[in-house]
């Protein structure tokens, strides 16, 4: 960066003086010495979370104990989703709040296939969250012996499968469809109104994972078709680590699937204490054991920023970060051995760019290590040589992305020298 660095510095500059979003940044904590793009994998902390978390445990929990269960702590889950609801566009009484997306993926993997009794054939991709597969062979050997799972090839250079493959394979043989709204890797977005449509024709369900989509990309699930879906909220939600996870099924399914794990919370009456069980009939009829306090308390503060700031919002913001930062590595990354990994089309990318480089490891090393005024800089890897850049409209700004760039020029620079 020599000339042009001047312009682009001052380019970065002027738009985070425009940026209507900028002051939402202050409601974070955060270090001015450290450059954080790995919110797509853990969220910033909101300062309301702080305070909301110390007032649970220093007067809820530390004075009032139990009996905190009865004043406030039962109705949590629901409180829960009923923001998480509005976020995804569906009603509350469609959303339940509980344990992790794995397990709510179990959950309504499992209630799909027994009532699609009669088709044997689930399909994913080879793109598809590894843990996602997991959950879907784990399914088959342990319960479904007789199904059989189809990962579908990636194609465009690994960052999809081509929507036209994944049509293709949807007949009437297909008990579920299982793929994530947002590619973990690529942030490429399928085009789910249209695989929801062309699924509904052939009978199919179709199960979605809304981890990197949920907070990062507006959502209208009914509009867009959707009958179930799971996510977590610790990533674009800012939830805090391993906080509760969601999942939603639309109403005319809910009396319908059965929750394979029969727990003390999905019991219609659960403080009776009965030997039998008899579940739910509503959403709640997915939850488990004893929810999460502390991490239901924790959810509603970055939900409710979400909100304020308002998606459409926040969606203009992030496409215009990372069209910032495609524009800067077409002229200063490209020709020094980076690769883009994600979609140069806004409507086909969410709200982290990947970049790969054959030292992506040794770059990683050094973004960790102080410049000489301090600055490090916490983007995400993966495996083999991938470097994720998760954009969060709440707390990112485009100096941030230019001081990236040119951080990334500088260790390459050194590593030839």
Known sequence: MNEPRSYFLEKALKLDVNDSLSAFKDRFVFNENEVYFDGNSLGRLPKETQKVLDKTIQSEWGKDLIRSWENKWIDLPRQTAVKIAELLGVSSEEVCVADNTSTNLYKLAFGALKFQKNRKIIITDELNFPTDQYILEGLIEQSFPNHQLVKLKSDNDGQCVDIESILSAINSEVALVCLSHVLYKSAHIYDMKTINAHAEKAGVLVLWDLSHSAGAIPLDLKALGCKMAVGCTYKFLNGGPGSSAFLYLDKDLITKFQNPIAGWFSHERPFDFEAKFTAKNSIDKFATGTPNVLSLVGIIPGVDLLLEAEMEALREKSLSLSSYFIELYNLFLKDIGFELKSPIK????????????????????????????????????????????????????????????????????????
Not at 380 to 385: A, S, V
Not at 391 to 407: D, G, K, Q, W
């Open 346 to 417: 806004d409507s086909q990318r969410a709200s982290h760019v990947t970049i790969s480089h054959e030292s992506a490891t040794y770059i990683m090393k050094y973004l960790e290590i102080p410049e000489k005024n301090g600055r490090v800089f916490i983007p995400d890897f993966r495996p083999p040589n991938y470097i994720r850049i998760g954009l969060a409209p709440l707390y990112n700004s485009y100096r941030e992305v230019f001081l990236f760039v040119e951080r990334l020029v500088e260790i390459i620079g050194q590593k030839e020298s």
